[in-house]
Every structure is written in C-alpha cells, then in structure tokens.
C-alpha cells in the first residue's frame, strides 16, 4: 500500500511538473519570438548613429583630380592627407557660418553619406575643381 501510495503521488508530481514546463516553454518561446521582431523592427526603422571626425591645425586645403588634399599642423610636423571622392556618396560644404573653427576639417559619416565641411577662409571653388577635366 505504501509503494502504490508513493508511485501515484510522485506521477502527480512529474504530471504538474511536465504541466507547467509546457506551458511555461510555450509562452516563453512565444514571447521571444515576438522581441525579437519588435527589436528588430525598431532597429531597422532607427538609422545609425552619426560619426564626426575632426581635423584641426590644417593648414591648406586643396582639391585636384577629385582628391582632397590637406595638410595639418601635427608634433611630428606637417602631414598630408588624401581623400578620394571620386565613386562615392560624398557631400562637399564650404562653410560660410561660424560654428566650426577656421583651421578645422569636419567629416560626418551619416548612413551611407559622408559630408565634409569646409570653412571658407580656404577659399576653394568646389565646383570648378570638380568640373575641371583631369
């Protein structure tokens, strides 16, 4: 009497043991899921966060054969810099405001879009630079 007493209350046992485990794996795999979407839902819609680069100290700003060259003022002493532009979603700004500084080079990378912003004290004629034949 005792054995069948302690094998039908441990089947009760394991049956609301597996009970629980079901249901609980249902909801929990359920719900998963569905953050899943709704986090990636939400990044997508999100575009990625802009990153700015600055050169400061530069000295002189040049575009030839739509390559940007400049030049700035480090420890070491001055030091060139090369950007093609040519094949890429590149937005050139020659800044005539004043919130950049004048010796300084701004490159914000926005999704798939690199703007560069150039003060104007280097007095470059961006569109004749990129419409001169090479």
Known sequence: MR???ATISSMIVILICLSLLMMSGETDSGESINNANLLASYQSKQPPAPRTTLFKKVQS???EQRV?????SEKTG???HYFLIHDKNVVLINSMTGDL???TIRFDYD???LLVTIPAVFNIDIMESLTSSY
Do not use: H, R
């Open 3 to 5: 054995d069948l007493l």
């Open 68 to 72: 940007l060259v400049f030049i700035t």
């Open 78 to 80: 001055l030091k060139e």
């Open 61 to 63: 700003v040049t575009l």
């Open 111 to 113: 999704c798939s879009t």
């Open 101 to 103: 500084p004048q010796d």
